[in-house]
């Protein structure tokens, strides 16, 4: 599985963002396909997730009612819509994709920088 982030940039706080996740190969074998972020200095954290047929989403408390993730079945994407963007919000944001719910997240895009001014 091979997963290509894209949509990442520089906002004001209060702005939005829109990030997008390309799935290829082997999509058939993921179970679910999330979000993740890494500001410097501090550790990976996961910001939203959703099952691979589009159902079940969550998401971390900090972004709760300002992200919404989606998929896109027949195109094989994850969206990530960001409203309401807070400098804290910044960080490189990764997509990755996990086989099964006894696996962790086995499959890594490149991440997006997206940094938020105040």
């Known amino acids: 599985v091979q997963l290509q982030a894209s949509g990442g940039g520089l906002v004001q706080a209060g702005g939005s963002l829109r990030l997008s996740c390309e799935a290829s190969g082997r999509t058939s074998g993921i179970y679910a396909i999330g979000w993740f972020r890494q500001a410097p200095g501090k550790e990976r954290e996961s910001v939203a997730s959703?099952?691979?047929?589009?159902?079940?989403?969550f998401y971390a408390e900090s972004v709760k009612g300002r992200f919404t993730i989606s998929r896109d079945i027949a195109k094989n994407m994850l969206n990530l819509q960001m409203n309401s963007l807070k400098p804290e919000d910044t960080a490189v944001y990764y997509c990755?994709?996990?086989?099964?719910?006894?696996?962790?997240?086995?499959?890594w895009g490149q991440g997006t920088q997206v940094t938020v001014s105040s």
């Open positions: 959703i099952s691979w047929s589009g159902i079940n989403p």
């Open positions: 990755a994709a996990r086989p099964s719910a006894m696996h962790s997240y086995t499959y």
